[in-house]
T-cell receptor, first 115, second 113 residues
């Protein structure tokens, strides 16, 4: 399985500011995913990031609020823009396992608190 | 559309007793099914999956799950629970022709000594 790291592991931010979360994988992967886990809730897919193309956003998520970069096959960033307390969540990146295997492997997450 | 239901918010068992965490799913076509575990302040760890073949799949830490197509279920089981199994468990599904995972709401398992 891939080894995935995220930075920062946690942060406390002020309302109206932006935070960029980094996701680094130890091997080249085609697809990377960004999820949000709100307090006490399940995971919700924000967007899918493919190298060399625009990210694909799920319903309820927009690029202006959650811009994503995917400059190469091992790295991606998610920015949470103009934050409000409702953005307080754990943000996780994931990658697909071996082709055809189906499972995704997750990073340790970034715990964001917005005051 | 695909979805997952985990009907129990919490499951409490005594150490050494069998543990079952329930999951039912809805998906177009054949499913890929997964179980993940999340320990406090940690990311999700993959436990096991059903892709095809034998309906009983075995995974990490002594867990297993049984795929039942007629009941659209994929319950997670462990014959003898440990206190260290206390965590949040998520069931997930995807269609075979889609990469998107849909997660259930999660079940908190507490194993008491």
């Amino acid at each position: 399985s891939a080894v995935i790291s995220q930075k920062p592991s946690r942060d406390i931010c002020q309302r109206g500011t932006s935070l960029t979360i980094q996701c680094q994988v130890d091997s080249q992967v085609t697809m990377m995913f960004w999820y949000r886990q709100q307090p006490g809730q399940s995971l919700t897919l924000i967007a899918t990031a493919n190298q060399g193309s625009e990210a694909t956003y799920e319903s309820g998520f927009v690029i202006d609020k959650f811009p994503i970069s995917r400059p190469n096959l091992t790295f991606s960033t998610l920015t949470v823009s103009n934050m409000s307390p409702e953005d307080s969540s754990i943000y996780l990146c994931s990658v697909e396992g071996l082709a055809g295997a189906g499972e995704q492997f997750f990073g340790p997450g970034t715990r964001l608190t917005v005051l | 559309a695909q979805s997952v239901a985990q009907p129990e918010d919490q499951v409490n068992v005594a150490e050494g007793n069998p543990l079952t965490v329930k999951c039912t799913y809805s998906v177009s076509g054949n499913p890929y099914l997964f179980w993940y575990v999340q320990y406090p302040n940690r990311g999700l760890q993959f436990l096991l999956k059903y892709i095809t073949g034998d309906n009983l799949v075995k995974g990490s830490y002594g867990f297993e799950a049984e795929f039942n197509k007629s009941q659209t279920s994929f319950h997670l089981k462990k014959p003898s629970a440990l206190v260290s199994d206390s965590a949040l468990y998520f069931c997930a599904v995807r269609a075979t022709n889609d990469y998107k995972l849909s997660f259930g709401a999660g079940t908190t398992v507490t194993v008491r000594a």
